[in-house]
T-cell receptor, first 112, second 115 residues
Framework: GQQVMQIPQYQHVQEGEDFTTYCNSS?????IQWYKQRPGGHPVFLIQ?????EVKKQKRLTFQFGEAKKNSSLHITATQTTDVGTYFCAGPGKTSYDKVIFGPGTSLSVIP | DTGVSQDPRHKITKRGQNVTFRCDPISEHNRLYWYRQTLGQGPEFLTYFQNEAQLEKSRLLSDRFSAERPKGSFSTLEIQRTEQGDSAMYLC?????????????FGPGTRLTVT
């Protein structure tokens, strides 16, 4: 079946260090979405990427969609304690565009 | 409108009992999704509605689970004869079906504990 994988599962960084999480899909995706979930909170939409090779930035966050549209990455520059949480990538289902398949997430801890 | 709301926020039940959760989406949103999330995992798709029509249901969902959205507004998720494996956070999300608009707004979730 369709799978969305993410690495690493956990990442601990010193405040100010950079952080990257990688997302890989077993199938080509029409789009990829990224969500952030704070501890004890619910997922919050960050961004959607649609085009092959697309790069989007949100302040210190840089999102990239691979050329083959099967992988994506999220890079955070100079992490802050407010970046703590789990970052999920998600893509549309293989058989149903409207069904969203979430990856297992990367949990980020920032040591002040 | 303050966002997606879910009720109750927490539910403890004994194995074998039935439970029902409610989700109130953002008012202008016509799509409503139910997910289940366990510790250390991403949200797992259960089902979704376009207005009052249930368009897809996960094959992983047993017949003990049923969801409704009778008037295309709020939705309920019922679990019959609960099992310990049903213990999880049940998340509801809504979105506005518009070309290229995929953003889902999640509610705070209902945490179910089956003892």
């Amino acid at each position: 079946g369709q799978q969305v994988m993410q690495i690493p599962q956990y990442q601990h960084v010193q405040e100010g260090e950079d952080f990257t999480t990688y997302c890989n899909s077993s199938t080509t995706l029409s789009n990829i979405q990224w969500y952030k979930q704070r501890p004890g909170g619910h997922p919050v939409f960050l961004i959607q990427l649609v085009k092959s090779g697309e790069v989007k930035k949100q302040k210190r966050l840089t999102f990239q969609f691979g050329e083959a549209k099967k992988n994506s990455s999220l890079h955070i520059t100079a992490t802050q304690t407010t970046d703590v949480g789990t970052y999920f990538c998600a893509g549309p289902g293989k058989t149903s565009y409207d069904k969203v398949i979430f990856g297992p997430g990367t949990s980020l801890s920032v040591i002040p | 409108d303050t966002g997606v709301s879910q009720d109750p926020r927490h539910k403890i039940t004994k194995r074998g009992q039935n439970v029902t959760f409610r989700c109130d989406p953002i008012s202008e949103h016509n799509r409503l999704y139910w997910y289940r999330q366990t510790l250390g995992q991403g949200p797992e798709f259960l089902t979704y509605f376009q207005n009052e029509a249930q368009l897809e249901k996960s094959r992983l969902l047993s017949d003990r689970f049923s969801a409704e959205r009778p008037k295309g507004s709020f939705s309920t998720l019922e679990i019959q004869r609960t099992e310990q494996g049903d213990s999880a956070m049940y998340l509801c999300a809504s979105s506005f079906n518009r070309a290229g608009d995929v953003e889902q707004y999640f509610g705070p979730g209902t945490r179910l504990t089956v003892t």
